[in-house]
């Protein structure tokens, strides 16, 4: 607010609540706007786009995502896109590794007993689950990511320093994998490889397996049941991308089967309608999460000074800090 603040020539007009904003206010309001920032939640469609009006120049999602963005009726009307890419890849490949770890680990399942107030006695084998570290008893681990872009690279360089000995991807990393990568790769002693696989081959060698690919059309259910049942009984599942990818009720049906060890999600499809009703929240052994990827201080308060530096680039025709070529 500060930033956009400074600029007398912009008048602002914000939604006064720190939740979604709702669908009416938002096609009402946005009636003559030159630009508008807008989250994740917000479907910028041709509808909105109608509503704003042709003088509509920038469009500023706080958001590295953009599949709540029909990109073709921002492009008929050459309406820019700025997005938040970047800033946020340490808080979600942070909070990736936390989601694997708790899977793994029966952080979920554990918290619900002591909460419960049952702390239980110990016992030798009593909560174990797989390691993600290698071990003597498991000496390789293989990290698999769908999608290898900037959010799988920080998450690998994290997972290999917790002892991960192979890396498999699919999917076109956004860019190769830069050379800070190579060299943290290089220096470490345990990961020995880094390999490009198709699907079949990142079911069947994942001990871990992060989801890390855009939502959208064409991802949407890669993750299905003909998947999961190739994955192997101990390994585990983690979405910090978007809930689209992955077919809720193979998921929850896999679970349930052991087909997998456990699931850690920070989105699940259709959220925030996710009851305590829903297959995956009851499943003991799937570690949910509400979509909080990015929800750090540090890393929000960069999002926002980027969506609004990116609407005010776009309100003066000027090159943008971040901009999606569309
Ligand atoms: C994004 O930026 O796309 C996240 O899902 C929300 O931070």
């Known amino acids: 607010m500060a930033i956009l603040r400074k600029r007398a020539d912009v008048q602002v007009t914000v939604w006064p609540e720190d939740r979604t904003c709702e669908r009416d206010w938002l096609l009402s309001n946005i009636a003559g706007a030159d630009g508008v920032i807008v989250l994740f939640t917000d479907k910028i469609n041709a509808e909105l786009l109608e509503r704003a009006g042709p003088q509509l120049k920038v469009v500023s999602t706080m958001s590295v995502g953009y599949d709540h963005v029909s990109l073709g009726e921002l492009y008929k009307r050459k309406v820019r896109l700025g ?4 800033v ?182 259709g959220e925030p309608n996710v009851g305590a009703g829903h297959p995956l929240v009851k499943e003991p052994r799937c570690v949910i999460v509400p979509h909080i990827g990015s929800a750090t201080w540090e890393t929000r308060v960069d999002m926002a000074t980027l969506a609004a530096k990116n609407l005010l680039a776009g309100l003066s025709a000027e090159s943008m800090p971040a901009e999606l070529d569309l």
């Not at 997005?83 to 970047?86: E, K, V």
């Not at 000496?139 to 360089?157: E, H, V, Y």
Request: hydrophobic residues 45%.
């Open 83 to 86: 997005y938040t890419p970047d």
């Open 88 to 269: 946020l890849t340490d808080a979600v490949a942070d909070l990736s590794v936390m989601l694997a770890l708790m899977a793994g680990r029966n952080g979920g399942a554990g918290i619900t007993l002591v909460k419960d107030g049952q702390w239980p006695e110990f016992a030798p084998f009593f909560m174990c689950g797989p390691q993600l570290s290698s071990s003597s008893l498991a000496p390789t681990r293989t990290a698999g990511f769908l999608g290898f872009g900037r959010i799988a690279q920080a998450t690998l360089k994290r997972v290999a320093a917790f002892g991960v000995t192979h890396c498999i991807y699919s999917g076109n990393p956004s860019s190769p994998p830069d050379t800070a990568l190579e060299v943290h790769l290089a220096e470490d002693h345990r990961l020995q490889s880094v390999r490009r696989v198709d699907l079949d081959v990142l079911a069947r060698e994942s001990d871990v397996l992060f989801v890390l690919a855009p939502g959208g059309e064409k991802t949407y259910h890669v993750i299905d049941e003909k998947f999961l049942r190739k994955m192997r009984r101990h390994s585990v599942l983690v979405n910090t991308a978007r809930g689209t990818l992955v077919d809720s009720d193979a998921l929850a049906m896999a679970l349930r089967e052991e087909w997998i060890w456990g699931a850690g999600l920070d989105v699940v499809e």
